[in-house]
């Protein structure tokens, strides 16, 4: 079983930055696939970025040149640093710990980017 606590979320101005959290227990975190997921109302979750447990990383075409997947497994913690933040980037964001057959999921944290 693997818990995980998303922080940082919040409200920015577009152009602004911000930097998401997600602390996960267990020891077992290194052989997890870690990602990032959002999902605005009416639409699918989708998955904005990932990272191996080998620190290969993933975006979607989106949030490229702007959004960076990070890790630490001596911390159990995955950080997504969102620069250049859109409107279209508002979104509940989740953290998401995969390793198959199973997956994990964070409560989401809202990041909403307005004027």
């Known amino acids: 079983q693997v818990q995980l606590v998303e922080s940082g979320g919040g409200l920015v101005q577009p152009g602004g930055s911000l930097r998401l959290s997600c602390a996960a227990s267990?020891?077992?975190?290194?052989?997890?696939?870690m990602g990032w997921y959002r999902q605005t109302p009416g639409k699918q979750r989708e998955l904005v970025a990932s990272i191996s447990s080998g620190g290969s990383t993933n975006y979607v075409d989106s949030v490229k040149g702007r959004f960076t997947i990070s890790r630490d497994n001596a911390k159990n913690t995955v950080v997504l640093q969102m620069n250049s933040l859109k409107p279209e980037d508002t979104a509940v964001y989740y953290c998401?710990?995969?390793?198959?057959?199973?997956?994990?999921w964070g409560q989401g944290t809202q990041v909403t980017v307005s004027s």
């Open positions: 998401n710990a995969r390793y198959f057959p199973r997956q994990f």
């Open positions: 267990g020891s077992t975190f290194s052989m997890y696939v």
